[in-house]
């Protein structure tokens, strides 16, 4: 029973270019949410989906941020015009159903590197 | 919106003696405190949670308070061992799906 999947691990952009991180949640699970974890920080909340719905994107910038979960295949996380300071760890976590007590299982995470 | 606020941010302890991280949140409708265990490089893992309907909970090393009434929480590790030694963050839940982190303490578990 695999776990939640995230691809790239690691991710290197030049500045101005796009990024796309991937996240395919356990199996079973269609509720997903993104964290952004900056160096010697904790996880800072950026949205929450289920599938082809956006339920809270609350934690997100406005600009340049975008994330989907379509009905099929793995849910994408966009970050268009890369900067320096989008350097970071993203990880994604899935549950199996909404619900505050709901166990949230997190990927391995995605470095991104911004030059 | 919540805000969880985590001290120490570095503790090195002794093999063998008990560690204990504070945790204080914002949102009285906050009601669900899950503890979290990152290894460098790894993900977070779930060691421990509470509920707000329960003032303590224990799992063998581990154990967890609650005090609604203050907005505190704690972590407590017992007969640390070297292993422990990893990134530990509590959080905060109230609305569904949104957890809110602790900046995160460093424990060094010294052999």
């Known amino acids: 029973n695999a776990g939640v999947m995230q691809n790239p691990r690691h991710l290197v952009r030049r500045r101005g270019q796009e990024a796309r991180l991937r996240c395919s949640p356990m199996k079973g699970h269609s509720h997903v949410y993104w964290y952004r974890q900056l160096p010697e920080e904790g996880l800072k909340f950026m949205v929450y989906l289920q599938k082809e719905n956006i339920i809270d994107e609350s934690g997100m910038p406005k600009e340049r941020f975008s994330a989907e979960f379509p009905k099929e295949g793995p849910s994408i996380l966009r970050i268009q015009q890369v900067v320096r300071g989008d350097s970071a760890a993203y990880f994604c976590?899935?549950?199996?159903?909404?619900?505050?007590?709901?166990?949230?299982?997190f990927g391995p995470g995605t470095r991104l590197t911004v030059l | 919106g919540e805000n969880v606020e985590q001290h120490p941010s570095t503790l090195s302890v002794q093999e063998g003696d008990s560690a204990v991280i504070k945790c204080t949140y914002s949102?009285?409708?906050?009601?669900?405190f899950p503890w979290y265990k990152q290894e460098l490089g790894k993900r977070p893992q779930l060691i421990i949670d509470i509920r707000s309907n329960v003032g303590e909970k224990k799992d063998q090393r581990i154990a967890v308070t609650l005090n609604k009434t203050a907005k505190h929480f704690s972590l407590h590790i017992t007969e640390t061992q070297p292993e422990d030694s990893a990134v530990y963050f509590c959080a905060a839940r109230g609305t569904e799906g949104k957890s809110t982190f602790g900046d995160g303490t460093t424990l060094t578990v010294k052999p």
């Open positions: 949102d009285s409708a906050s009601n669900y």
């Open positions: 976590a899935s549950s199996q159903s909404s619900g505050v007590f709901n166990e949230q299982f």
